[in-house]
């Protein structure tokens, strides 16, 4: 009889998939759903990156690239660091992967062995754990507070940090919060000691203040990011990790033993991303503030707490301790009883961690009529409890 192993039987499931995989199931049976779980772009990719991947593919780009990535890609990452935030980045000390989450996959690989630690905020983004812990490394936990934005507080994270602490993981702007890490907070994080790894995907969908890279605080830092969000690339899956030299070569090798390459294409297409579509990339981003004020003003009237308003992502992380409490319900439960009942689709906030119950995350990833749409109906559920 066949055994699926330990560690693929025990993986939570990515709950945020098991509400759109309701929410699919009952739009095939007629049902309109808002959709307001899932955190993907809704725009296109911009024409411009399509048009160089169709001309890439006619010129014969379809095979294995260097391990590494393209040159050209490499050094158009160096630039664009440059420009964004004045950061000296080596092309040599970036590995281009096919997605951000391989990017982070190969990082936690090549730090940790069995047992090593990395800090997580809690809550913090789903998938984090299982990339951790699928390669041996173990998870300790730090909770971020509302009434902060839930931005790590470092003195919390100096208690929990020991002799097999690897990294920290932070994330800004954040999913779910969608709350930015102010500079001063992280310069506190990167002196803290341990490797920071600043997961930077959001970076460019920034509405209030500014982002910033944990390159401009420290030098001894890895930075993931890739093109998914800001350029509207979800389905194109590329990402790049930029690491401290003695990282490049154990990544390299993971790389060609799990992966070989990222696509070649696609890579083409990249550069024409960062260089040729800062037009589309800002207009998107007016687009997503404009809806998230709608979205914000919404959850103001219905009732749904927001303390510290998000100022990046496309998601709000909505207090509903109340709600739960009034109906006897937990988060999950909750947002199957909205989507049942309301026909919107909403994140409960415990696929984020424990200290996401009493909470949901809305996305604003999609069109602002149906935003508005789908607020009508969270009024009528939310005052009918």
Wanted: glycine share 8%.
């Amino acid at each position: 009889m066949l055994h699926p192993s330990r560690k693929s039987a025990e993986i939570p499931p990515f709950l945020v998939m098991e509400v759109l995989e309701k929410a699919q199931a009952m739009s095939a049976a007629g049902i309109d759903v808002i959709h307001m779980e899932v955190g993907e772009p809704d725009f296109d990719t911009p024409a411009c990156v399509i048009a160089k991947a169709h001309e890439a593919m006619r010129g014969g780009q379809t095979h294995y690239t260097h391990s590494l990535g393209q040159r050209e890609l490499r050094e158009t990452i160096a630039a664009w660091h440059k420009q964004q935030y004045g950061t000296d980045i080596d092309p040599e000390t970036i590995v281009v992967t096919s997605g951000s989450s391989p990017a982070l996959l190969l990082t936690f690989l090549a730090i940790c062995d069995d047992g090593d630690e990395v800090i997580l905020s809690n809550p913090a983004y789903a998938c984090y754990p299982q990339i951790v812990t699928f390669g041996g490394g173990k998870v300790v936990a730090v909770d971020v507070y509302e009434e902060d934005g839930f931005q790590y507080r470092p003195e919390k994270i100096k208690d929990k940090i020991t002799a097999r602490t690897k990294a920290i993981l932070v994330n800004s702007p954040s999913n779910p919060t969608g709350n930015l890490l102010d500079r001063e907070r992280l310069a506190e994080i990167c002196a803290l000691g341990p490797l920071v790894v600043s997961d930077e995907i959001y970076h460019g969908l920034v509405y209030e203040g500014q982002a910033v890279s944990a390159r401009e605080v420290c030098d001894q830092t890895v930075i993931v990011n890739g093109f998914s969000k800001l350029f509207a690339m979800t389905g194109w899956r590329l990402g790049y990790a930029i690491v401290p030299k003695p990282l490049v070569r154990p990544l390299q090798k993971m790389q060609q033993n799990f992966f070989i390459s990222a696509g070649d294409f696609v890579q083409t297409a990249a550069i024409e991303a960062l260089t040729g579509c800062a037009a589309e990339t800002e207009a998107m981003r007016a687009e997503y503030d404009r809806r998230r004020k709608l979205v914000l003003k919404r959850c103001r009237e219905i009732g749904l707490g927001v303390t510290v308003e998000p100022t990046g992502a496309f998601y709000v992380f909505c207090n509903v301790k109340d709600h739960c409490a009034a109906c006897g319900l937990n988060c999950y439960d909750l947002a199957f009883d909205i989507l049942e009942k309301a026909h919107v689709a909403v994140t409960p906030g415990t696929d984020f961690g424990p200290g996401g119950e009493g909470y949901i995350r809305l996305s604003y990833a999609n069109s602002y009529e149906n935003l508005a749409e789908g607020m009508n109906r969270l009024e009528t559920y939310f005052s009918e409890k």
